[in-house]
């Protein structure tokens, strides 16, 4: 039996890192692995005014129904001031001695970081979920990067690249069957598009609903699941008609009921993505996916031939109706977004890979 700890400051809130290592920790054979899953609700920041996603019930129940022994640490604040984001009056250290495990699991965005600085015995598998960043820590063992694109900036910044392994994000998709919103919304014949994302202002891009405010009409519509108020906002401002706003959900089936509403995933991002759960889960439903150019360019690895990235709202205007009247164009887009999440994002391989990864670090 392995021994592998996961460690993660708000690591049982429904965001994106946090799902990704709740999966992983999840879904590992339970005969073949012993797992701990030390996690802490949200706790605020010094020198920043961003707000972690705090703990999710749902999350916490999905980890416990699938054997994964959860221990929570406290942590009153995360100081940003210093360079290793340090954890304020927390008592982690009481709680975890690494001699324990055979193998750590992190998931974090790639610079020196605490606790992990105290951490250097015990194998680590590093998953990195930002760019640009890198540490050649010693008994880091493998570096999980979720696209080519991250793991280029990640060598470029010093990343050793003998110990780097490229794996996409790992993703539950339950089978609900074709259970959507469609009746319920009156939108049975109407065309949706849709937008499924964290509520964060700070990710919020004003492009998909100004592509769709210049093609609304009586037989179109726009779901948002989640994200940024900043949407609900800019949908009143423009005064679009058939727009719905449902909100966020830790659930799985809620979120499948949602991708069983939508013809197209219209995804956008400020800041851009590495590797998106979001287009991941759209791309398990067959759905055709468009996106926008931002400072970080995974959608577009992603994506490939199952959609398209555009520069501005004018292009991705024009990929809207491409999708609602060029019916050979749809379909192609959506046979090979079906055909990229089977080939490349299904779940069973993901986790194969984690678990190759640690038989061969305990070997």
């Known amino acids: 039996m392995i021994k592998v700890a996961f460690i993660k400051f708000g690591g049982m809130a429904n965001g994106g890192t946090e799902k990704v290592l709740q999966t992983i920790a999840s879904e590992l054979p339970k005969d073949e692995f012993d797992v701990d899953f030390f996690y802490c609700d949200s706790a605020p920041y010094i020198g920043s005014d961003f707000v972690h996603p705090d703990t999710d019930l749902s999350r916490v129940e ?13 942590v009153e604040f995360k100081d940003l001031r210093t360079q290793t984001h340090d954890w304020v009056n927390s008592n982690f250290f009481d709680l975890f001695n690494e001699e324990d495990y055979d193998v750590i ?3 974090r965005a790639g610079h020196p970081e605490y606790p992990f600085i105290h951490i250097n015995n015990t194998p680590i598998v590093d998953s990195i979920h930002l760019s640009g960043m890198a540490e050649n820590k010693n008994n880091i063992i493998k570096t999980v990067l979720i696209s080519k694109e991250q793991r280029d900036r990640w060598i470029m910044a010093g990343g050793p690249e003998d110990k780097s392994v490229i794996i996409p994000n790992p ?9 959507n919103y469609r009746e319920e919304f009156g939108w049975q014949d109407k065309f949706v598009f849709g937008l499924h994302q964290r509520r964060d202002n700070h990710i919020f891009s004003s492009i ?3 592509a769709y405010d210049e093609i609304e009409d009586d037989n179109t519509a726009f779901l948002l699941l989640g994200g940024s108020v900043n949407y609900q906002k800019q949908a009143r401002d423009l005064g679009l ?3 719905k706003h449902l909100p966020s959900v830790g659930e799985l089936e809620p979120i499948h009921k949602f991708l069983n509403t939508l013809d197209v ?3 956008g991002r400020a800041d851009g993505e590495q590797c998106s759960c979001a287009i991941i ?3 398990s439903h067959g759905l055709p996916v468009i996106s926008h150019t931002a400072p970080s360019m995974g959608q577009l690895e992603q994506i490939g031939d199952a959609g398209k990235v555009v520069e501005n709202y004018e292009q991705y205007s024009n990929v809207m109706i491409d999708m609602l009247y060029d019916k050979n164009y749809y379909k192609k887009c959506a046979d090979n977004s079906k055909k990229r999440y089977n080939e490349i994002y299904k779940l069973e391989s993901i986790i194969k890979k984690y678990a190759d990864i640690y038989k061969g670090v305990v070997n």
């Not at 999905?62 to 640490?73: E, P, Q, R």
């Not at 993703?171 to 259970?179: A, F, R, S, Y």
């Open 105 to 107: 699991q992190l998931g």
């Open 265 to 267: 995933f219209a995804h």
């Open 241 to 243: 008609k058939n727009f």
């Open 171 to 179: 993703l539950k998709v339950p089978d609900i069957g074709n259970v």
């Open 208 to 210: 998909p609903l100004e």
């Open 62 to 74: 999905y980890c416990k129904s699938h054997g994964v022994n959860l221990i929570k640490f406290d």
């Open 281 to 283: 889960e759209a791309m």
